[in-house]
């Protein structure tokens, strides 16, 4: 049962991690669209796209809103160049309707990875196996492989951003519509490589800190538990 019970540990600390990656992506991507008005700033993007930045920003959040499914479509209207227009054109919302189907199933494999987490706990628990040590040390071994998986991943992207953001697309999309042309199509223009290489960063500090955090918390439920031993 022993063997059982380690192999459940790792699971319930992988569905952890899943989780905390999820939630790190949320966090980064909800939780303050200053950051997009900097982005936004810092590439020039209002000039770019000829529009005002409260445009720029309704559009962002009528975007975001639809991601996570809380718009039906994404027929939005605003003001380029002093006209009134829809923002996304057919292809963009194309491919949006892919992207958002990413997002939510993201959602959803964080609520999947939640139910495997509890169902995990609940044997460790009701086995009566020493899961106040078994838990921390399985943590421990998850969160320290992934953080060495961070640590490459950080590695790949910084010397070849482009190339994995295009393996990314070819790897989770079955078509092209994520080929989008400047010069038609708004929406690249709102959102060069350059962002989505920063939001890369940003979704990966957050997740390092949660992951850090998770390290942080199992060291120290070891340390006294190995205490309380010795006592």
């Known amino acids: 049962m022993k063997i059982v019970n380690r192999i459940l540990g790792l699971i ?34 209002f000039d770019d796209l000829k529009m005002e930045a409260e445009d720029v920003m ?45 997002f939510l199933g993201g959602l959803d494999l964080r609520l999947g990875a939640g139910a495997v987490l509890v169902g995990a706990l609940i044997v460790i628990v009701f086995t009566k196996s020493d899961w106040k040590r078994l838990l921390p040390q399985s943590f421990l071994i998850g969160v320290g492989g992934f953080i060495s998986l961070l640590g490459v991943f950080a590695c790949l992207i910084a010397k070849d951003f482009h190339k994995y953001f295009f393996l990314f697309h070819e790897i989770f999309f079955d078509n092209d519509l994520w080929l989008l042309d400047p010069d038609t199509d708004l929406m690249i223009r709102m959102l060069p490589e350059g962002f989505f290489f920063d939001m890369v960063v940003r979704i990966s500090i957050i997740f390092a800190i949660l992951l850090v955090g998770m390290l942080l918390i199992s060291t120290i439920t070891l340390i006294k538990q190995r205490n309380k031993k010795n006592l």
Do not use: C, P
Not at 25 to 41: G, H, K, P, T, V
């Open 12 to 45: 319930a600390a992988l569905a952890m991690i899943v989780i905390l990656l999820i939630t790190s992506f949320e966090i980064a991507a909800y939780s303050n669209f200053n950051w997009y008005l900097e982005e936004y700033s810092k590439y020039e993007v």
């Open 58 to 102: 309704h559009v962002t959040k009528e975007m975001m809103a639809y991601l996570r499914g809380n718009r039906e479509d994404l027929v939005v209207e605003t003001i380029v160049d002093g006209n009134v227009r829809e923002f996304f054109n057919d292809r963009e919302k194309s491919h949006m309707v892919d992207v958002q189907n990413l």
